[in-house]
């Protein structure tokens, strides 16, 4: 039902293909937070990805995933009822890599996760990389302006922006693009409208050097509504992920629920 105006909460992570067992102790943590939509990156075809769906589908949330056995991928899982509408992402090269849907959300809230492919130095993987960065902004521009307005999108990125500390070496132009493009665009960096951290790292390397590779971006419409953007480090702490999550809330007039628990594990409320 349609109330008074509530927070909308959305947090992406990335599961890392995560196994059976890393999948279950996931679960519980996520089974324990308060957002009403969550955006799952490299996911897989594996038996922790269908552990972690099927959980979510019998607890009463709606999945949203483009399979592809050949490829790591993009869910979505939502606690807030979906639309009828439609989402058009023809255009993205790696289909399985981004899921989306119309949150039942007053304003109506297009939703989309997105996990950009890493890449190595060779040539086959950086232009992987390059095509379907170029065919995300594509599918994004064409868009309808008035859900490209409402859009939240979130997810792996798997690039950092110029103003990255430390400015990582390697990265090249199209990488550093994304960031851009997404401006030009009008979608917003979530944490770099409200600027909780100097300069966050969600991903640590091997040797020690953090990177930026998660992220949240709002449309024009929606920037204004972001009460709170974080990022969440006890993923990486309690071993559930090599990455952080990252969650943001924003104010909505009114949504319409779908209802569910974890049975006698942990039932997540909307509140």
Partial sequence: ???????????????????????????????TRPEQVVLLT???AGTGTAFLLEEFSRAGWRVVNTPDDGDRGAALVSRIALTDQSVDLGA?????????????????????????????????KTERKETFITSLLKTLAALPEQTRRHLVLGGDYNVIGRTHRPLHRGFLPFEFGLLEALNEQGLRDAHDLLRTEEQPYSWIGRTGDGYRYDYL??????????????YLHETREQGLTDHAALTATLRVAGCALSTGSFGERSEIALF
């Fill in 1 to 31: 039902m349609r109330g008074d105006p509530i927070v909308l909460s959305v947090l992406t992570v990335n599961i890392g293909a995560a196994s059976r067992e890393r999948a279950e102790r996931l679960l519980g943590w996520l089974a």
């Fill in 42 to 44: 490299e996911t897989s």
């Fill in 92 to 124: 993205v090269s790696i289909p399985g890599r981004i899921a989306a849907a119309v949150l039942d959300t007053s304003p109506q809230i297009c939703v989309a996760a997105v996990y950009v492919p890493s890449r190595d130095r060779s040539l086959a």
């Fill in 217 to 230: 971006h709002v449309g024009a419409e929606l920037a204004g509504r972001i009460d709170a953007c974080a």
